[in-house]
């Protein structure tokens, strides 16, 4: 998961069981998957797929994508491949599944959520011997927690400070997770290095957006194990994702 040190998922598509006919195809929409191509090279049993965007020379990486198939009742990932932008896959044996995901250079940014210019509008939040200040009213928006801790006379209202050294965390985590909901109303997707630490923070800041995109993620994430994955839609109350993992056994059941 080292390349989630320097990328972010800016989207994510997941195919099952995939066979295809003699002819090159593409993906049919103008997302950022349009400049994939899945090249068969003229026959049925292979297929690679190619970032045709006209880059001269493989640049940085563009997608990650990861083979897998169904072993003892799970699934196992076979291998890991980063596509480079303007570069080719080796060969990919049919039939199999695959998840793409599209990566972007993830950017420094000091403070995703800094206050506003208003006097009031600082909030301190204390991690070790770190801290961070971020909007008080930003925070209200997006998390239930916080919009009734400052909407009462609580000592985190009187000293506009929120302890977390309780949580488990550390600041690096709670400044993704700031990095998440700065992205209200626009997409986000969690990745497997982080997915785990954002969905104990939304829950525990009452983010329901933020746990149901981490949830969705889950479904995907091969990087942990599928009976991990199905304790944790359970311990966080993920219905929706709940029904996408019944649906998938179900599957799985039918195809033995």
Known sequence: MEIFDNYIIVDEKTMTDINFPTSNSKFRDLTTFASLEFDTGGNNQNFAIKDVSGVSEP???????????????TQSV???????????????????????????????????CPPFNSSDDDL??????RHVTVSAHWMMCVSLMVRGMLSVDMKEKQQRTVNLDGLGISMDQFMDFLDAISTFKHPFFPTPKNVLD????????????L???CGVHLV???EIPLFERILLVERYRLANVKQSFS????????GK
């Open 59 to 73: 640049a940085e990486p563009l997608a990650q994508i990861i083979l897998w198939n169904w072993s003892q009742g």
């Open 78 to 112: 076979v291998k890991e491949i980063v596509l480079n932008r303007g570069g080719t896959t080796e060969w990919i044996q049919c039939p199999t599944s695959i998840v793409i995901r599209i990566l972007k250079k993830r950017e420094s940014i000091e403070n995703p």
């Open 124 to 129: 301190t939040v204390l991690i070790g011997d």
């Open 198 to 209: 954002l969905l104990k923070l939304a829950d525990y800041f009452q983010v329901d957006w």
């Open 211 to 213: 746990m149901e995109r």
């Open 220 to 222: 995907n994430c091969l």
């Open 247 to 254: 649906r998938m056994l179900v599957r799985l059941t039918d």
